[in-house]
């Protein structure tokens, strides 16, 4: 994957080093979040909600924001600068402006948001409340070692997965996924998060004219795209964590599925073509 030299918009709260908040989650917290995030692929802004109590939003964390030093830093920047890039293209082709997420934030074990406290154990979120992605770069090591999914690409789908939620927090499709249901192979998370990975192939297809070449996906690069999709299905994890598939506990949806949508938007380019919402069949 070539992203080095790739423009860099400096959208970062690097919040790296600050330790763990106060009064995080405890190990009850944690618990809940891994079983939520990782065996049921529920939405880490549920999790946090119900371990903060009634949804109480937690103060937020200061960081430095900038353009990070480090290679690990600097990729997410180009990255997130590369998903804007791309965005920023098709609401302009559609007449509207697109407002990036407020920043894409870096951080270690937990941090404070609005959608509550965030920890490393749920993996990469979105938060609506405050339009930023929480990122522990922690689970690059997951997505490698405990789901499989090697290489830079594979990375690179998680953040445009996780800004993918931020450009249907701009559209409403949220809003609409809410009135659908949180749980099961049709319901409106599913169908959620099934857009998100389409949007991902979008941006994976547009990324090289949206960078002027500096931002260039591969064949491989899309396969190891394809591979993370998999390795995080709702029936993958279901069999890993309790050797049983329960499709009324979906809230991602499968393997099959989630390669499948991703590999639409990698081929078509076109985020109509993600209308998972009006799509009779998932």
Not at 49 to 70: F, H, K, L, T
Not at 77 to 89: F, G, K, L, P, R
Not at 150 to 177: C, F, P, S, W
Not at 236 to 247: A, D, F
Request: net charge negative; with cysteine.
């Amino acid at each position: 994957m070539r992203w080095r030299g790739g423009r860099r918009s400096g959208n970062i709260s690097d919040r790296r080093g600050m330790g763990p908040v106060a009064g995080g989650l405890g190990v009850g917290g944690v618990v809940l979040a891994l079983i939520g995030y990782f065996v049921f692929g529920i939405d880490p802004t549920t999790t946090l909600s119900v371990v903060n109590g009634a949804g109480a939003p937690a103060a937020e964390s200061s960081g430095v924001r900038g353009a990070p030093d480090d290679e690990a830093g600097q990729f997410v920047d180009v990255i997130e600068t590369s998903t804007a890039e791309v965005w920023t293209e098709v609401f302009a082709q559609a007449g509207q402006t697109y407002e990036p997420p407020a920043a894409v934030v870096l951080y270690e074990q937990s941090t404070n948001t609005r959608c509550g406290t965030g920890q490393a154990a749920m993996g990469p979120f979105y938060c609506p409340a405050d339009r930023m992605v929480y990122l522990d770069l922690s689970f690059w090591d997951d997505l490698e070692n405990r789901f499989g999914a090697e290489g830079e690409a594979a990375r690179a789908y998680v953040i445009a997965h996780e800004i993918a939620h931020h450009v249907q927090n701009l559209t409403g499709q949220m809003d609409k996924a809410q009135r659908l249901g949180s749980q099961g192979a049709e319901s409106g998370a599913v169908r959620l998060e099934l857009q998100a990975d389409c949007y991902a192939g979008v941006w994976a297809a547009r990324a090289e004219g949206a960078s002027g070449g500096a931002v260039v996906l591969g064949p491989d690069d899309i396969a190891q795209g394809l591979a993370a999709a998999s390795a995080i299905g709702d029936d993958t994890l279901q069999k890993q964590s309790q050797g049983r598939v329960v499709p009324d506990a979906f809230t991602h949806g499968s393997s099959a599925q989630r390669m499948a949508w991703f590999r639409t938007g990698a081929q078509t380019g076109d985020p109509n073509a993600c209308d998972t919402f009006s799509a009779a069949r998932l």
